[in-house]
C-alpha cells in the first residue's frame, strides 16, 4: 500500500513538467477498444532523420516551414546516398562499420516538423549533467582510455578504442544488451519497429531489435523492490483521459545521454489519427541532470511483419573483436621479445 | 474408414450445434473467462511444473555436473510428457541424441542463453506470458526475453529461419491452435540432448480448462529426425499470487564467459 502510494505520488510529482504541453487529444477516427480506450495496438515505426538535440544552424526554430522541410530531407538523402570513397580504407571507415545499404533512419522527419527530438528545454537540447555525475563519467572514461595505453583494445562504433579483455568491457550495444531504442523508445541505426498489443489490464510492446519486451501492466500495481534492476526498466501503465501514460523505474546500469540507475521515465502515448501515435518522454533523473528534459516523437504505421532479431545468438562480431584484441596483444609480446623483427 | 469416421463426426457436431442454443461454442467452459470478442481469454502469466526441461522421457534424479553445488546442480526424477513414453527417432538420429547426451553439459544451446525454441520455451522452469490482442498474440518468455508474435488467420509468407518459429494462429471452438513452422535447427527440446532439424513443424493447442490451468499439447513433426509425428502433452498453471509479474531473465550477461571464454585475456595473463 505505501509502495502504491509512493508510485501515485511520483507519478503526480512529473506532472507539473508535462503540464506546460498543449495536451494532446486522440483523433475522432481512431479506433477504440471494448473498454473505449484508443486502440494502440499495431506496427508501428519511429524511423527518422529528426535530430535528436537541435543542430547550431536551427538555433531559436522550433519547427521547419513546409519548404525547409522539403528542402532539409533532400539535401539528407544526397548526404546519405554519399559512397565514403574519401575515407577508404582508414580506420574512420572501419569505425563506421556501415554503409547507407543497412543504416535506415528513413528518408523522412516527423511529420509535425519539429527541427529536434528534445523540446523542452526549449532550446532543444538535453540539460547538463549534474557535476557529481560529470565527475563519474570523467572518471569511466579515464580509466578505459588508461587501458588503452596497452595493446588489446578495439574500436567501439564510435571511432574510440575502447578495452577487450572480455565482452564485459564492451558497450551494451555490442553485447546485444541495449540498443538505446526501448525505454526511452527512440529510432536507432535500423530497424526501428515496434508491435503493440493491448489488453484491458496491460499492454505489451515488442522491440524488435533485439527482441526486447517492454510489459506494462494497467491495474494499479506498484513497481518492484527497488533492489530489482531490468534492461527495460520495470513499468507500470494508467490512462490519463485518451492518452496512455508509462511509469518506468528500476533501470540497469543502461546511460541514456548520461542518465544513471535513478532514471525514472514518463513516457505518453496519444494516437491522434489512424496512422500517427504522439509519442512523449520525460526524463527525470535528479543525479545525472540539472533538470527534467522531454522529448517527442512521431509513430507512424509500418507494414510489418516484425523479424526475430536473434543479436546474441549470431555475435559473430565479438568473436571478432575480441580475437583481434588477443593478436594484438600477441603480436606486442613477441615484438617485445624481438625488437628487431 | 477414415472419411466415413470425419463425416460421422461431423454429423454429430451438427445435430449437437441444432441442439444447443446459439452463442454456445463447443466445449463451452462457464469458468473460462473470456475476451470482449467471446474468445477464451488466455491472457495472463503461466508455467508449467514438471521437469520436461531436464528430459522429455522418463527419468531418474542423478547428479548434476558442478560437484560443489552438491543438492543444487543434480536433476530431479519425472515421468514423460511424451505420448506413449518414447521419442521415436530414426536410428542415426538416435545416434545423434545419444551424442549430444553425453555433451549435454558443453552443448545445449540453453547453457548460452540462446533463444530456446518450441516447444522448448513452455515448459522450461520459468513463467511466461499470454497477451492477447484480437489479431495478434504475443508469447513472452523470461528466459532470454524470447517473444513470439502470434497472428491470428493470417497466413503471410514466412520471412526466414528463425529460433522461435513462424506462428500462425487459429481458434478450433475453445482451443488457440497455432502451426509453427520457419525453425532453425539450433535449439534442443530439453537438457538431455532431444533435439530437431531445420524441418521441424510444431502444432500446439493451448485449450482452457476453467480459469487457472491450460491443457498444453504439442504435436512434433519432423521427418530428417523421427519416424513419425509425435505429441507432449502437460498442464500449464496461471500464476494466481498478487502481484504476479513477468520479471525480465536477461541471461546473456551470465553465458558470455562460456561462450567466449577462449578470446578473453584472463587476470594474471601477461599482456
Given amino acids: 500500500m505505501t509502495l502504491r502510494l509512493a508510485g501515485i505520488l511520483t507519478l503526480c510529482a512529473a506532472l507539473p513538467a508535462l503540464a506546460q504541453f498543449k495536451p494532446l487529444v486522440a483523433g475522432k477516427d481512431v479506433p477504440r477498444t471494448a473498454d473505449g480506450h484508443p486502440d494502440l495496438s499495431g506496427i508501428w515505426t519511429n524511423a527518422t532523420i529528426t535530430p535528436f538535440e537541435r543542430p547550431a544552424e536551427l538555433t531559436g526554430k522550433e519547427f521547419f516551414t513546409p519548404e525547409e522541410a522539403a528542402q532539409y530531407e533532400k539535401t539528407h538523402k544526397l548526404f546519405n546516398a554519399d559512397d565514403r570513397e574519401k575515407i577508404k580504407g582508414t580506420n574512420a571507415d572501419v569505425a563506421l562499420a556501415y554503409n547507407a545499404v543497412f543504416w535506415d533512419p528513413g528518408t523522412r522527419l516527423f511529420k509535425t516538423r519539429r527541427t529536434s527530438v528534445v523540446i523542452d528545454p526549449p532550446d532543444g537540447k538535453v540539460p547538463a549533467l549534474t557535476l557529481e555525475r560529470q565527475k563519474q563519467l570523467a572518471a569511466i572514461a579515464a580509466e578505459r582510455k588508461k587501458r588503452c595505453e596497452q595493446p588489446g583494445c578495439e574500436l567501439e562504433n564510435g571511432g574510440q578504442p575502447g578495452p577487450a579483455d572480455g565482452p564485459q568491457d564492451r558497450p551494451l550495444m555490442e553485447r546485444c544488451l541495449s540498443f538505446a531504442n526501448a525505454a526511452p523508445m527512440i529510432a536507432t541505426a535500423y530497424n526501428n519497429n515496434y508491435e503493440i498489443v493491448q489488453t484491458p489490464n496491460f499492454v505489451g510492446i515488442d522491440v524488435e531489435m533485439p527482441h526486447q519486451m517492454r510489459r506494462i501492466p494497467v491495474d494499479g500495481t506498484p513497481h518492484v523492490a527497488s533492489s530489482v534492476r531490468e534492461w527495460v526498466g520495470d513499468s507500470r501503465g494508467r490512462w490519463d483521459g485518451d492518452t496512455f501514460v508509462i511509469d518506468t523505474t528500476n533501470f540497469e546500469d543502461v546511460p541514456f545521454h548520461g542518465s544513471d540507475t535513478n532514471l525514472h521515465l514518463i513516457e505518453r502515448l496519444t494516437r491522434i489519427d489512424a496512422d500517427t501515435l504522439i509519442y512523449r518522454f520525460t526524463v527525470d533523473d535528479p543525479t545525472a541532470f540539472t533538470k527534467q528534459w522531454t522529448g517527442e516523437v512521431t509513430f507512424v504505421k509500418a507494414p510489418g511483419p516484425l523479424y526475430e532479431y536473434a543479436c546474441h545468438e549470431g555475435n559473430q562480431g565479438m568473436f571478432g573483436i575480441l580475437s583481434s584484441a588477443r593478436f594484438d596483444e600477441k603480436q606486442a609480446a613477441q615484438h617485445l621479445a624481438s625488437p628487431g623483427k | ?271
Avoid at chain 2, 475476451?35 to 522421457?57: C, E, F, R, S, V
Avoid at chain 2, 543444487?72 to 519425472?78: E, L
Fill in chain 2, 1 to 271: 474408414m477414415r472419411v466415413w469416421t470425419s463425416w460421422r463426426l461431423a454429423a454429430a457436431s451438427l445435430a449437437i450445434a441444432v441442439l444447443l442454443p446459439p452463442g454456445y461454442a463447443q466445449t463451452t467452459d462457464a469458468k473460462v473467462p473470456r475476451t470482449a470478442d467471446g474468445k477464451p481469454d488466455l491472457n495472463g502469466i503461466w508455467q508449467a511444473m514438471n521437469t520436461a526441461n531436464w528430459d522429455l522421457q522418463a527419468h531418474g534424479s542423478a547428479p548434476g555436473p558442478v560437484t560443489s553445488l552438491g543438492a543444487i546442480g543434480a536433476i530431479p526424477p519425472g515421468q514423460s510428457v511424451v505420448e506413449g513414453g518414447a521419442i521415436p527417432y530414426l536410428p542415426a538420429a538416435a545416434a545423434q541424441q545419444k551424442k549430444n547426451n553425453e555433451h549435454r553439459w558443453t552443448d545445449d544451446p540453453e547453457i548460452k542463453c540462446y533463444l530456446p525454441g518450441v516447444p522448448r520455451a513452455t515448459y522450461q522452469p520459468y513463467p511466461f506470458q499470454i497477451i492477447q490482442g484480437s489479431n495478434t498474440i504475443l508469447l513472452t518468455y523470461a528466459f532470454a526475453g524470447a517473444v513470439r508474435t502470434v497472428r491470428i488467420g493470417k497466413v503471410e509468407a514466412v520471412p526466414n529461419d528463425s529460433w522461435m518459429g513462424w506462428s500462425i494462429g487459429h481458434w478450433d471452438g475453445d482451443t488457440l491452435v497455432i502451426d509453427v513452422t520457419s525453425f532453425n535447427d539450433q535449439t534442443w527440446f530439453d537438457r538431455a540432448g532431444d533435439f530437431h532439424s531445420d524441418a521441424l513443424h510444431v502444432v500446439e493447442r493451448y485449450t482452457p480448462d476453467g480459469r487457472n490451468i491450460i491443457n498444453y499439447e504439442a504435436t512434433i513433426e519432423d521427418p530428417k529426425v523421427f519416424s513419425r509425428p509425435w505429441k507432449i502433452s502437460m498442464p500449464l498453471y496461471r500464476h494466481v499470487e498478487k502481484g504476479a509479474h513477468l520479471m525480465e531473465f536477461q541471461c546473456i550477461p551470465y553465458a558470455e564467459d562460456v561462450v567466449y571464454g577462449h578470446l578473453e585475456h584472463r587476470k594474471g595473463d601477461s599482456k
